[in-house]
């Protein structure tokens, strides 16, 4: 009976991660098919020609200079993609960082501006748009873009700073990036009443994100943070995990908690930083992005990582076509499409779950007992007799 019962558990397990796998396979799917339409959409080419244009890029195929795929080439590459790639890199980095926020804070409705990163970068670009100061010695789009990268990172830097005084609690944490929010926001407030007109849009428009104006140039810096940020998260999903379970039990489970939040706020800081810094303040894709995914595969960070990167990267694509389909002549900001989409999204996740433990942790079906308890594994099981599964290390040996 117990062989069987073991047997039933572990085929039970291996359905659950083969239907959570076809998940992420479906977003790539997803992901593919809205990044080509959204290449297509505007430029006159069917979805097929777009497909075929993009991929014999990618392949090095060249035409004839001036030839019909020639034109149809550079148009595509240069003028539509830099926008599209911008925004499936922006939705992949913003939803990792709310997907690893929520997790050290211990609260759903964490996002990755919780630490006042986002009123930070405000203020830094607000200097450069309307006083005409910057930290670089541009005073172009260039020096908006070092005036934001360092203003995102003011506020991280006095968290970092503040903590060792007062605490390293998530709720200190939160309440400090809220007053540090409020108090950067007075002082964008204070200086957009002194602008002119012209400048008064301009710095309007920054904040509430775009990609209109994206480049090639402005990729590389973006794309380097968030692949390596990919890579350094996926590998502490299980740590994430332990997080998840609370501060109390992560310390019980060998986890500095401590160090283990820095790294992760200085992470997520330089991360958004690299982000916003060129495409304004994106809101809602990193708190609704990461919940979607829970719904759907539930809270083991191990495929929440990765589904919320392609959830986040589809979600930012599609808004960004609307925006482009909502005004033929113009666009709408981004920012703006995405509190669109995201804000009735996000109520409707409240309203269908049934718990925030459903949404917001992994948990196994049967009761906790015994050394399964302390390693927040809800399966009755021995020490570790069930390590081959489980996605928390335990005290009392290393998992695989």
């Given at each position: 009976?117990?062989?069987?019962?073991?047997?039933?558990?572990?085929?039970?397990?291996?359905?659950?991660?083969q239907r959570k796998?076809s998940f992420?396979l479906l977003?790539v799917?997803?992901?593919v098919?809205?990044?080509?339409?959204?290449?297509s959409v505007?430029?006159?080419?069917?979805?097929a020609?777009?497909?075929?244009?993009i991929?014999?890029?990618l392949?090095?195929?060249?035409?004839?200079p001036?030839?019909?795929?020639w034109?149809?080439?550079?148009?595509?590459?240069?003028?539509?993609?830099?926008?599209?790639?911008?925004?499936?890199?922006?939705?992949a980095?913003?939803?990792l960082?709310?997907?690893v926020?929520q997790?050290?804070?211990?609260?759903p409705?964490?996002?990755?501006?919780?630490?006042?990163?986002s009123?930070?970068?405000?203020?830094g670009a607000?200097?450069?748009?309307?006083m005409g100061f910057s930290?670089?010695?541009?005073?172009s789009?260039?020096?908006i873009?070092?005036n934001a990268f360092?203003?995102?990172?003011v506020?991280a830097?006095?968290?970092?700073?503040?903590v060792r005084?007062v605490?390293n609690?998530?709720?200190?944490?939160?309440l400090?990036g809220?007053?540090?929010?409020?108090?950067?926001?007075?002082?964008?407030?204070?200086?957009?009443?002194?602008?002119?007109?012209?400048?008064?849009?301009?710095?309007?428009?920054?904040?509430?994100?775009?990609?209109?104006?994206?480049?090639?140039?402005?990729?590389p810096?973006?794309?380097?943070m968030t692949?390596?940020s990919?890579?350094l998260?996926?590998?502490?999903a299980r740590?994430?995990?332990?997080?998840?379970?609370?501060?109390?039990?992560?310390?019980s489970?060998?986890?500095?908690?401590v160090q283990?939040?820095?790294?992760c706020?200085?992470?997520?800081s330089?991360?958004?930083?690299?982000?916003?810094?060129?495409?304004?303040v994106i809101?809602?894709?990193?708190?609704?992005?990461?919940h979607?995914?829970?719904?759907?595969?539930?809270?083991?960070?191990?495929f929440?990582?990765?589904?919320?990167?392609l959830?986040?990267s589809?979600?930012l694509?599609?808004?960004?076509l609307l925006?482009?389909?909502?005004?033929?002549y113009?666009?709408?900001?981004l920012?703006?499409?995405?509190?669109?989409?995201?804000?009735?999204v996000?109520?409707y996740?409240i309203?269908?779950?049934?718990?925030?433990k459903?949404?917001f942790?992994w948990r196994?079906?049967?009761?906790?007992?015994?050394s399964?308890?302390?390693?927040?594994?809800?399966w009755?099981?021995?020490?570790c007799?069930y390590?081959?599964r489980?996605s928390?290390?335990?005290?009392?040996?290393?998992t695989?």
């Open positions: 009976m117990p062989d069987d019962t073991y047997d039933a558990q572990k085929d039970e397990y291996k359905s659950s991660v796998l992420i977003c799917a997803v992901l098919v809205v990044t080509i339409v959204s290449c505007g430029t006159g080419y069917e979805f020609k777009t497909a075929q244009v991929w014999d890029h392949t090095g195929v060249t035409y004839p001036r030839s019909p795929d034109w149809a080439d550079y148009y595509i590459v240069n003028n539509v993609m830099p926008g599209v790639v911008m925004a499936l890199v922006a939705g980095g913003l939803a960082a709310g997907a926020m997790s050290i804070m211990e609260n409705l964490a996002d990755a501006y919780t630490t006042g990163i009123s930070g970068a405000c203020l607000v200097t450069a748009i309307i930290f670089s010695s541009a005073l789009s260039a020096g873009v070092t360092i203003g995102s990172l506020p830097a006095l968290i970092i700073v503040l005084y605490g609690s998530p709720s200190t944490i939160i400090i809220t007053a540090l929010t409020f108090f950067f926001n007075s002082m964008v407030t204070f200086i957009m009443i002194t602008a002119s007109a012209e400048s008064l849009q301009d710095a309007y428009i920054w904040q509430v994100g775009s990609v209109t104006n994206a480049s090639w140039t402005d990729l810096l973006m794309f380097v692949a390596a990919v890579v998260v996926q590998l502490s740590k994430l995990n332990i997080m998840s379970l609370g501060e109390k039990s992560a310390k489970l060998g986890l500095n908690v283990f939040r820095m790294l706020i200085v992470l997520t330089v991360l958004i930083a690299s982000i916003i810094s060129f495409t304004g809101g809602f894709i990193g708190l609704v992005a990461p979607m995914v829970r719904y759907l595969v539930g809270g083991d960070n191990r929440v990582i990765p589904g919320s990167i959830m986040g589809a979600v694509v599609v808004a960004d925006s482009r389909l909502l005004m033929p113009g666009n709408v900001p920012g703006v499409v995405m509190s669109f989409i995201g804000a009735p996000f109520l996740l309203v269908r779950r049934k718990s925030q459903d949404v942790r196994g079906r049967a009761t906790t007992t015994g399964s308890a302390a390693s927040g594994c809800s009755s099981c021995s020490p007799s390590a081959w489980c928390y290390p335990c005290r009392w040996g290393s695989t």
